[in-house]
C-alpha cells in the first residue's frame, strides 16, 4: 500500500508543474492581448473623435473632449481601486449570495489586468486622443480667431484638467475601493448572470 502511494507523488508533482506552466504561459499572452485591446480601442476612439470633430462646431467638439476627460478619470479611478480594495468583504457577500460579489471577487483577483485594462489602456487611449481632439479644436480656433494666446490656453487647460481629474480621482477611489469596486461589479452583472 505505502509502495502505490510512493508512485503517486512523483505524479502529484508532475500535474503541478504542468498547472504552473500553464498558467504562466496564460500571463505571458497577457500583453498580446493588451496589445490587441489597445489597437482596437483606439482605432474606435479615433475614428469616433475624427467624425464628431470633422463636422462640428466648438461647442460640441469641447462636450467631446470633456466627455474624454471623464471617461478617462473614471476608468484610471477603476484601476487604481481594484488595486488598493480588499476581497475579504467581498468573498464574505458572495458567499451570503449578494449581486455582483461574485463579480467583485473576479475582478479583485483579476487585479493587474483590469488595472491594466482600466489605467493603462481606457486612461491613456483616452488621453491620446484628448490631446488629438484638443489639437483640433486650438487649430479651429487658431483659423477662426487668429490667436495664438487662445490656443495655447486651450491645451493648457486640458492638461490641467486630465492631470488634476486624475489626481482627484486617485485619491478618491483609493479611499473608497471597495465601495467604487462593488458599484462596477454589480453594473457588470447586469450584464453576465452571477
Known sequence: MKHNSDEQQPIQKQKKEDEKHKK????????????????????????????????????IAYVLIIIIILISIFFDMIGTAVTA???EPFLSMSA?????????VKLVKNAEKVSSVCADIIGDICGIVSGACGGAIVLMQFVNNGSIFISVLFSAV????MV???????????????????????????????
Open 96 to 104: 451570503r449570495k449578494v449581486k455582483g460579489a461574485k463579480m467583485a
Open 24 to 59: 504562466a504561459k496564460k500571463k505571458n499572452l497577457w500583453p498580446l492581448y493588451a496589445l490587441i485591446i489597445t489597437l482596437f480601442l483606439s482605432f474606435v476612439f479615433s475614428l469616433l473623435s475624427e467624425l464628431v470633430l470633422g463636422n462640428t462646431n466648438l461647442v
Open 164 to 194: 488634476s481629474g486624475k489626481a482627484l480621482g486617485k485619491s478618491y477611489a483609493m479611499s473608497k475601493s471597495n465601495k467604487i469596486i462593488f458599484f462596477v461589479a454589480k453594473t457588470l452583472s447586469v450584464f453576465k448572470k452571477d
Open 158 to 161: 486640458i492638461a490641467a484638467l
Open 85 to 87: 480594495c480588499d476581497i
